[in-house]
């Protein structure tokens, strides 16, 4: 069994302003990496467009029309501070949801065993009316609810290690308990949700870590906490929000993962879907604002992939 990569060029066309920390270049270092010799044996597809109706599924069907209706012609549009869409934005956000109900088909058929969605812009801050942090639409979960639209999927989980708490998927999972969300990310930090000692239900897991945590603390929160609850969870489909921007060497968080950590992380959610969930595990990108470690650890994470 092998492992796809579902990609499109057209993800490098969404331009938020110069300075953009969330830029084209992070989808181009992370390609260039995965052209080394040791990807080769990467399944290698096109991600396609998501339908509207796929978007609905998580997104108000309004918000969904009125950010389509509202990519320019030219010059860029904010839909918050740090939030905007460009003439090329309507492809590259169409096509970054394309890309995990593409891998969310793939596995599901067993065509591949998992896949990593190399895309941009990320979509974990996306609610369902609002777009916020860089993201438009809410990848990650528009796969999880085609997997149960179509597939009759019951139980789906969502592993987000991206530097920060990812508001919108947990938004959007929160009242349904065969929806699990669990994250770790750097407390406090943007966007002030998933806060310690916050009431939650079983199915939703924050596990927050102060700025300068590292490898041994994101460790064992997995070990402790995220493992123990993903499996009690049993999980019919594993997906990942796989944001690199933990990273020791990432300017926008304080935390101080390795590459090393990111396979390990990657290895143990994947031993989760071997016991649960028939291996099958869908990967999408989230953060990473480091060129280099962004290309590393994406890597090192695809290549967990590739060996699990
Ligand atoms: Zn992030």
Known sequence: MTTALITHTACLRHEPPPGH???PGRL?????????????PLVRREAPEASVDALSRVHDREYVEEVLAAIPSRGIVHFDADTSVSPGSRDAILRAAGAVVEAVDMVMKGEVQNAFCAV???GHHALPDRAMGFCLFNNVAVGAAHARAVY???????????????????????????????????????P??????????????????????????????FTDAMLPAL?????????ISAG???H??????????TEADYAWATDMLCGVAARHSARRVVSTLEGGYDLDALARSAGAHVKALMAA
């Open 192 to 221: 002030g949700t998933g806060r310690p000692g916050e009431r939650r239900p079983d199915h939703i897991v924050d596990l927050p870590l102060p700025a300068g945590a590292g490898g041994p603390e994101f460790r064992s929160a």
């Open 28 to 40: 181009q270092s992370i390609l260039t990496a995965l052209e080394a010799q040791e990807f080769r």
């Open 21 to 23: 920390p969330e830029r």
């Open 120 to 122: 941009r812009p990320p």
């Open 244 to 246: 690199f921007d933990a």
């Open 152 to 190: 009759g999927i019951n139980r789906v989980a969502v592993i987000d290690f991206d530097v920060h708490h990812g508001n919108g998927t947990e938004a959007m999972f929160f009242s349904d308990p065969a929806l699990f969300y669990g994250s770790t990310h750097q407390w406090p930090f943007y």
């Open 231 to 239: 499996n009690a969870f049993r999980p019919d489909l594993v997906l």
């Open 248 to 257: 020791q060497d990432d300017p926008l968080g304080q935390m101080r993962l």
